[in-house]
């Protein structure tokens, strides 16, 4: 059976360093077998690819990659609380926060982005519950913030 770091190369996907906290919180912490992560933002190198509004400057398909990114971020962190990425054995549940222009309805294709990802790197065991909200603002005028719950082995 291949571990996630395995599944990892396999797809590509580098865990980047985990973004240091903007305020009083902490990335991720452990409770018991499981872990869960602060939201986290779409960084790219330390800088967000874009910002604004999905359905006014960003679209919804750019909002899919954009929530892949955080998802990924996300990850990062519940490894780095859980010790490392083969400790987590699936995903628990997933919340999507998409920055939204008043008419933009579109939150879950947005927020498919990290749950796909989720499914590709875990399969069976990256099925989670989710929630997609709509709000009108995120920190540094992001466009998605993703945080996870993560259940470990």
């Known amino acids: 059976m291949d571990t ?4 990892l190369t396999q797809l590509g ?12 919180y902490i990335p991720a912490k452990q409770h018991g ?10 960084f790219v190198d330390g800088q967000l690819p874009a910002t604004g509004k999905l359905g ?11 929530a892949r990114i955080a998802g990924i971020n996300a990850l990062a962190a519940a490894a780095e609380a859980a010790g490392g990425i083969d400790h987590i054995r699936g995903i628990s549940h997933v919340t999507v926060f998409v920055a939204s222009a008043p008419s933009f ?10 749950s796909e990802l ?4 875990f ?3 990256g099925a989670h519950t989710r929630s997609a909200v709509g709000v009108s603002v995120l920190p540094l005028d992001a466009p998605v913030e993703v945080e996870i719950e993560v259940l470990l082995h």
């Open 13 to 24: 996907i580098d865990l980047p360093p985990v973004a240091a906290p903007v305020a009083a």
């Open 56 to 66: 006014a400057e960003i679209t919804a398909e750019d909002g899919y990659s954009y």
């Open 33 to 42: 077998d499981t872990v869960r992560t602060s939201g986290q933002l779409p």
């Open 105 to 114: 309805t579109a939150q879950p294709q947005v927020a498919n982005g990290a």
């Open 118 to 121: 989720f499914g590709e790197i």
């Open 4 to 7: 996630i770091s395995t599944r």
């Open 123 to 125: 399969g069976g065991d």
